[in-house]
């Protein structure tokens, strides 16, 4: 079966090296998924030119012919803030139809540079948070997200956990954990895909809410309730 997965936007430190930013996300992505094998990655405009649409056909052609692989394979554009609008138009075309196996990762400096319907498809990633994850904290994130997915989840019970999440950090940690916990759950599970893809937009709503300075027990309640109807829907 073929496997989505949602993009993730790299927002680097100024003067910091994107390629080894990317690295520790991926150390870290491997440490979650306990995974010893290489992960096969390709790095794009490591140059950090300016990118032209031109660029950006080109790699639409070469992560089609990957998704036809099967195995996932990872696809970092560095420096995506240097891209011109009509790049960034042929790229929000790859975000809204990804191809498949493809974990797509933009790298940038000022996410402000690029168009709000890129950010909006994207799991926003800090690089400051990259490596503040510890072993016992993604165990925590797995255990909730079992919870949350679970048809015994209630109204009740979802307001008292987001109340133990008053904390914005916690509660963007957390997001960040549940984001993890859906992709490995995609990678080693057929069943009940469009669900697991569902509550992992709610979770990126939920994230770019507690960017954006909303309340973080309100903004995870809202992802807990919507997690409950759509647990309603699928019994």
Not at 57 to 69: G, M
Not at 110 to 135: D, F, G, Y
Not at 194 to 219: C, D, H, V, W
Request: proline fraction near 3%; charged fraction near 20%; aromatic fraction near 6%.
């Amino acid at each position: 079966m073929k496997k989505y997965f949602i993009t993730q936007l790299l927002v680097c430190d100024s003067g910091a090296d994107q390629v080894e930013a990317v690295n520790q996300l991926l150390a870290q992505e491997k440490t979650a998924a306990n995974l010893t094998n290489t992960l096969n990655v390709m790095f794009y405009n490591q140059e950090a030119e300016s990118l032209k649409i031109a660029t950006i056909r080109n790699l639409l052609e070469k992560l089609a012919y990957a998704s036809y692989q099967g195995k996932k394979s990872w696809h970092i554009l560095l420096h995506a803030d240097k891209a011109t609008i009509p790049a960034q138009n042929a790229m929000l075309k790859l975000l809204e139809e990804p191809p498949a196996h493809t974990q797509i990762v933009l790298t940038v400096n000022e996410p402000a540079a690029l168009l709000p319907t890129i950010t909006s498809r994207c799991q926003i990633i800090h690089q400051a948070t990259i490596m503040k994850v510890e072993p016992k904290e993604n165990e925590q994130a797995a255990a909730v997200l079992a919870e949350i997915s679970s048809p015994q989840f209630n109204y009740s019970r979802a307001i008292e956990l987001a109340q133990q999440y008053k904390d914005r950090e916690r509660a963007i940690e957390l997001t960040q954990g549940l984001s993890r916990a859906l992709v490995d759950q995609l990678e080693t599970t057929a069943d009940n895909n469009s669900k697991i893809i569902q509550l992992g937009t709610k979770i990126i709503e939920a994230k770019r809410a507690l960017q954006q300075n909303l309340n973080p027990q309100l903004a995870l309640e809202h992802c807990f309730f919507s997690t409950i109807k759509n647990n309603q829907k699928v019994q």
